[in-house]
């Protein structure tokens, strides 16, 4: 059986998605944590690896078993031995044929920039920071381009495009007033690639 998880965590404390030889990734967590509650090895495939520190929300993952649960039964046996940083938010059977990765329709990625004189507390990992004025007009105008790589040398190097517009770029910002905690959030549509 192939079984699709939903996770979401709070990537602050870990070396981003994929094992390591340390265990201190999302990864490396998720799939101990399914050890325990299966007794047995399992190995997860990811929509998209994370950067170290990175977030997730609603991450797709998938991984076969010959074991025959209650969906309900994984969200709660595996989040049983999770962190609390950690947390399956639903499981579904799949075909064998879905793939994490491979049968994503989209991502989304969110960038969120507190602009504040002073430094954050609450939003501590959560928010980027910068204590001057952000230039809003030249924030839009980089959010609207998009890199493409190239992986043959023959290619040359990453060029600018402008992103297509069924694919907005986003820029969130939030700012606060000096010292009154007054804030103010913009946000333009999520980016989805």
């Known amino acids: 059986m192939r079984v699709a998880l939903g996770i979401t965590y709070n990537g602050q404390p870990y070396q981003g998605w994929q094992s390591q030889s340390t265990g201190l990734t999302i990864q490396d967590k998720l799939e101990k944590a399914l050890k325990e509650f299966t007794t047995q090895k399992v190995t997860t495939l990811c929509a998209g690896r994370t950067d170290a520190g990175v977030h997730g929300l ?34 579904q059977e799949v075909p064998a044929e879905f793939h994490a990765r491979g049968s994503a329709l989209s991502r989304r990625y969110v960038y969120i920039v507190l602009e504040s004189p002073v430094r954050p507390s609450l ?3 959560r928010a980027g920071w ?37 694919k907005p770029c986003c820029a969130w910002t939030y700012t606060s007033t000096a010292l009154t905690g007054a804030l103010n959030l913009k946000a333009t549509p999520s980016c989805t690639t």
Request: proline share 8%; charged share 20%.
């Open 58 to 91: 609603m991450q797709v993952v998938h991984f076969d078993t010959p074991l025959e649960r209650d969906m309900g039964s994984w969200v709660r046996g595996t989040n049983r031995y999770l962190p609390d940083d950690i947390s399956v938010q639903w499981a």
């Open 130 to 166: 910068v204590y001057r004025a952000l230039d809003e007009t030249a924030m839009h105008q980089a959010a609207n381009i998009c890199w493409v790589s190239t992986t043959s040398p023959l290619s040359g190097p990453a060029v600018a495009r402008p992103c297509r517009p069924s």
């Open 123 to 125: 939003e501590f990992g």
